[in-house]
């Protein structure tokens, strides 16, 4: 076990935070690792261009070291070093959105070790709309490898204390801004083949990138229940992912009639080890167990804000079985049902 040092930085970065900057760019420019905020959720940083740094990655995460990880850069033009080419696709999506929620796939440069790529020929890259984070690699001088800073398998981090839960004594530093803005990871886009496909649904959904593109193509294995036939393109989508430690049913249907079965399927239970996580909209309906409400269902901001911290809020309290309202597909909602049917096991009940 190491010591982790865990230092506030605001986003306005004052002079004294500039200094954990400075001092956690040290620690990434030697080997080490810092966990830092973006804006969708925290990730665990290291020297991208350093074989070892991402060694120790997949280490302090207990991560398949086949599951390639996100570069981030701080300026477009430090792209250039770490791919083959830049289509233009790539820069119309940047000056849309970057810095912003939005991971780009590359044909990599041989700058980017196999280490970092999970042996791929391909390398991930993104700039955060974080601006500790976007401190951080402009200090550190080098791109930084970043998963989300959460133990393999659970939900991503969208606080300083849910890293702190899961790495503390694994890594240097947790730079601490506070919550995340979106709450969930960003979309990942591959830009290496004819058409741009879609691997990972985010905060960038498919109609803007449409909007911007033309067409835009999804990885049919991104909505795939089984890992058997098809091989999502992101290794990571293959994974286990983004689990409570309970057991997550969903239950869909129309408000009422789904509080209706859910408080049925609660009572199956000791009221000490079973959870409901709520709309607003129907919280009130629930008097058996614990029961996290993630907002209003209308308000997709709010839900994809709230939902790794319920999660999570189950484990904490211990929670065995854990039912979850469904939202709408539509917009942001898409992401939202793909991280809670990963972390379902896909584990739906219709009523
Ligand atoms: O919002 C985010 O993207 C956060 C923050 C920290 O930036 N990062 C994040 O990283 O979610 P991670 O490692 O938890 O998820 C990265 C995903 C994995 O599913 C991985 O398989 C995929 O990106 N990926 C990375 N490089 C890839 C590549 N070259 N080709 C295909 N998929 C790739
Ligand atoms: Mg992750």
């Known amino acids: 076990m190491m010591e982790t040092h865990i230092y506030k930085v605001s986003k306005d970065i004052s002079e004294s935070e500039y200094g954990y900057i400075k001092k956690a760019a040290e620690v990434i420019r030697s080997g080490g690792l810092v966990a830092f905020p973006t804006e969708t959720v925290y990730g665990l940083g290291g020297d991208a261009l350093n074989p070892e740094s991402s060694r120790r990655i997949y280490a302090a995460k207990g991560r398949p070291s086949d599951n390639p990880l996100i570069v981030h850069i701080s300026d477009f033009d430090e ?41 791929l020929d391909t390398v991930a890259i993104r700039l955060p709309d974080s601006r500790p984070a976007l401190a951080l690699i402009k200090e550190a001088g080098v791109p930084i490898a970043a998963p989300s800073a959460n133990r393999s398998g659970k939900p991503s981090p969208t606080t300083a204390e849910h890293v702190a839960e899961d790495l503390a004594g694994r890594i240097d530093i ?12 960003s979309t990942i886009i591959d830009l290496t083949g004819e058409v741009p496909v879609i691997l990972r649904p985010g905060y960038v959904n498919q ?49 009422k009639a ?3 079965k859910i408080n049925e399927l609660l009572r199956l239970y000791d009221e000490d080890e079973v959870g409901v996580i709520a709309s607003i909209e129907n919280k ?17 901001d ?7 911290a319920a999660l999570r809020k189950m484990d904490e309290c211990k929670i065995k079985h854990i039912f979850i309202e469904s939202f709408s597909n539509e917009g942001l909602g898409d992401a939202i049902m793909n991280r809670i049917k990963k972390a379902a096991g896909h584990r739906i009940l219709k009523v």
């Open 302 to 308: 709010a839900v994809a804000h709230n939902l790794y």
């Open 79 to 119: 792209i250039y070093p770490l791919v083959c080419e830049v289509p233009d696709a790539a820069r119309i999506l940047a000056e849309k959105f970057w810095p912003g929620p939005l991971t780009m796939i590359f044909k990599k440069s041989s700058a980017v070790p196999y280490e970092t790529t999970g042996g």
């Open 258 to 260: 789904a509080a209706d």
């Open 174 to 185: 947790i730079l601490d801004g506070g919550a995340v803005r979106i709450g969930i990871e």
């Open 284 to 300: 009130d309906r629930y008097n058996y167990g614990t029961v996290v409400c993630l907002g209003s269902a209308d308000d997709k």
């Open 207 to 255: 109609e803007m990138l449409n909007e911007i593109l033309g067409s835009v193509e999804r990885d049919p294995a991104i909505d795939r229940k089984t890992e058997g036939d098809i091989k999502p393109k992101a290794p990571g989508m293959m994974y286990r992912h983004y689990a409570p430690e309970g057991e997550l049913t969903i239950v869909e249907g129309e408000d």
